[in-house]
Nanobody, 123 residues
Framework: QVQLVESGGGLVQAGESLRLSCAAS????????MTWYRQAPGKQRELVAS???????NYVDSVKGRFILSRDDAKNMMYLQMNNPEPEDTGVYYC?????????????????WGQGTQVTVSS
């Protein structure tokens, strides 16, 4: 099985940078697209940023120019550098990854989710 674990969340003031990490572990053969989602109180979960294995990134308009997404495939890690965060960025941030892994003698291709990390940005 594969596990995704997020870290790096916390309480920060507006403008104070923080970096989120997502660590993937298990019988991983390959990780394809990795994505950060967030869910604010009372709102639906939304895509924040995604990165393909080739390094192509995509950002929701509200974070363009402020957030930077990267990955380290040697370590099975993904990072979200949150610069100049705003109160509107508050929410639970979830890591998602499309993973090819071994499951016994079989090869699985599945989408995995982490448990989430809380980010609170105060004004």
């Amino acid at each position: 099985q594969v596990q995704l674990v997020e870290s790096g969340g916390g309480l920060v003031q507006a403008g104070e940078s923080l970096r989120l990490s997502c660590a993937a572990s298990g019988s991983i053969i390959r990780i394809n697209t990795m994505t950060w989602y967030r869910q604010a109180p009372g709102k639906q979960r939304e895509l924040v940023a995604s990165i393909t294995r080739e390094g192509t990134t995509n950002y929701v308009d509200s974070v363009k120019g402020r957030f930077i997404l990267s990955r380290d495939d040697a370590k099975n890690m993904m990072y979200l550098q949150m610069n100049n965060p705003e109160p509107e960025d508050t929410g639970v941030y979830y890591c998602n990854a499309l993973v090819i892994s071994m499951n016994g003698r079989n090869v699985d291709v599945k989408n995995y989710w982490g448990q989430g990390t809380q980010v609170t940005v105060s004004s």
